[in-house]
T-cell receptor, first 110, second 113 residues
Framework: ELKVEQNPLFLSMQEGKNYTIYCNYS?????LYWYRQDPGKSLESLFV?????AVKQEGRLMASLDTKARLSTLHITAAVHDLSATYFC??????????FGTGTSLTVIP | DAGITQSPRHKVTETGTPVTLRCHQT?????MYWYRQDPGHGLRLIHY???????DKGEVSDGYSVSRSKTEDFLLTLESATSSQTSVYFC????????????FGQGTRLTVV
């Protein structure tokens, strides 16, 4: 069973600042996913990372994967209020089971 | 949006009663999952299915059972609801193969009183 750990659990950042969310996982996996969840809503897929060194970017968010370190990062550049949400990383195994971290609650302050 | 419908969306039930939650998909995806979401725990896998009548346990399966008699439907049953099963339940689907992410339904908020 995959164990996925995220940190920090809570993140309060000022608009315009940069920050990184970290996601570590316990066993070999080359399938890493990032999701966003707004309060009271479902989860929305942001990124799919499938190989060592993979990097994906969308707007102010950039995700990367280092399979050797079992680490993925979600970097936020010049944060804006609209990015306030909870972000989850998940890893999957060859059995197509998805294991999630506890989430990072991001609040962007004007 | 992926065609996933959960029903009911909200339910209040009494301790000790059986409860069934339904997940219906229109995507013909092979895999279906039930998760529960609780503060401080993220999403935890309850059960999943890899085909009609093919199911397996996840991390937190005690007190839950599932059935999948058709590709499009995946039912989660709480055999005798307890207050610890108060949670938000999400259904998800995924196609087979590497790199296919899971898509989530809107969730069911269940309160056991």
């Amino acid at each position: 069973e995959l164990k996925v750990e995220q940190n920090p659990l809570f993140l309060s950042m000022q608009e315009g600042k940069n920050y990184t969310i970290y996601c570590n996982y316990s066993t070999t996996s080359d399938r890493l996913y990032w999701y966003r969840q707004d309060p009271g809503k479902s989860l929305e897929s942001l990124f799919v990372l499938l190989s060592n060194g993979a990097v994906k970017q969308e707007g102010r968010l950039m995700a990367s994967l280092d399979t050797k370190a079992r680490l993925s990062t979600l970097h936020i550049t010049a944060a804006v209020h609209d990015l306030s949400a909870t972000y989850f990383c998940a890893a999957s195994n060859t059995g197509n089971q998805f294991y999630f971290g506890t989430g990072t609650s991001l609040t962007v302050i004007p | 949006d992926a065609g996933i419908t959960q029903s009911p969306r909200h339910k209040v039930t009494e301790t000790g009663t059986p409860v069934t939650l339904r997940c219906h998909q229109t995507e013909n995806h092979r895999y279906m999952y039930w998760y529960r979401q609780d503060p401080g725990h993220g999403l935890r896998l309850i059960h999943y299915s890899y085909g009609v009548k093919d199911t397996d346990k996840g991390e937190v399966s005690d007190g839950y059972s599932v059935s999948r008699s058709k590709t499009e439907d995946f039912l989660l049953t709480l055999e005798s609801a307890t207050s610890s099963q108060t949670s938000v339940y999400f259904c998800a689907i995924s196609e087979a193969g590497k790199g296919t992410e899971a898509f989530f339904g809107q969730g069911t908020r269940l309160t056991v009183v």
